[in-house]
């Protein structure tokens, strides 16, 4: 691929989704970008960036900037922070908002609903306390295709078994074929729409946790500060937020600060004490 044809996909990708992607990783574009270029009946991916450039399609564009998203995802991914979730902030937000009783939750980056879903269990094998409660599970994704792999809620063998207890297999799931369908009381729980996180959520209103994991190692520091800093707004002073393992807020925003003893969720900077939320 010439200069000129990796610049100008680098840069498209980078203004679509906020993707960094160099030089040393312009090998993905072959392999992610090929079968788009046989789906736009087009003779390989070099074919297609320069249909791209001459054409200017929407859809093409699309097509190209969905193929380059990395959509792995899987169930209780890392399992600790779903547990600290179950044993610590949901009790404190039980307490905490037990006179308004609602709580939303956005899972940013959701892919193919494995981590909404992880979400949805818990509050499921919590319902008792939830009871009267009115919990929203807000899934989004810049990525329809994945948005409608996960709003299917049909996952394969190797997808279930990757983190998913195999009680909660057996509980919430329904074998289809050679596939495990999530049951519709568990998919109910979550609602899906596409949105990128490089625009403002402001109109996604509050939340009272945010999961935005396993997606700002994709992008560079200056936008993971953009995204870090618009959500803050629209978290209540004793929000928590949740980044991913390889993620962190330390010198890219100062919205957000660590946890004292807790690795992998935020809060607000200058918040209350997590030990004081415990309390209630
Ligand atoms: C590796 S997956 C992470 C899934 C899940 N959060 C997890 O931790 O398992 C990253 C997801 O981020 C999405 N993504 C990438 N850039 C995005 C953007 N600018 N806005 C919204 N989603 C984006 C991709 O489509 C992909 O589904």
Do not use: H
């Amino acid at each position: 691929m010439n200069v000129k044809d990796f610049e100008y996909i680098a840069q498209l990708l980078y203004q679509r989704s906020g993707l960094v992607i160099t030089q040393e990783k312009a090998y993905l574009l072959e392999s992610r970008l090929n079968p788009v270029a046989r789906k736009w009946d087009l003779d390989g991916f070099e074919a297609l960036i320069s249909a791209m450039r001459s054409k200017q399609d929407e859809g093409m564009i699309v097509d190209v900037t969905e193929a380059m998203t990395t959509n792995e995802s899987f169930f209780f991914r890392d399992n600790r922070p779903f547990e600290q979730f179950k044993d610590i902030v949901l009790p404190y937000l039980l307490e905490a908002r037990k006179t308004a009783k609602k709580l939303r939750i956005w899972s940013a980056a959701s892919s193919s609903g494995q981590e909404p879903y992880t979400i949805a269990m818990i509050l499921k094998e919590e319902a008792a306390k939830l009871a009267g409660w009115n919990v929203e599970i807000l899934a989004t994704d810049l990525s329809k295709e994945i948005l409608s792999k996960a709003q299917e809620g049909l996952y394969s063998q190797f997808e279930v078994q990757r983190g998913l207890p195999i009680t909660l297999l057996m509980k919430y799931f329904t074998q289809d074929g050679e596939k495990w369908r999530i049951n519709d009381d568990i998919k109910k729980m979550v609602t899906y729409r596409p949105f990128n996180l490089l625009d403002s959520p402001s109109g996604l209103g509050t939340f009272d946790v945010i999961f935005c994991r396993n997606v700002l190692i994709y992008f560079d520091q200056e936008t993971k500060g953009q995204v870090l800093d618009r959500m803050a707004k629209i978290m209540p002073g004793d929000g928590y937020l949740y980044l991913g393992g390889a993620e962190t807020v330390l010198g890219i925003s100062d919205s957000f600060e660590v946890i004292p003893g807790q690795r992998g969720v935020y809060r607000l900077t200058g918040s209350d004490a997590t030990e004081d939320r415990k309390a209630g």
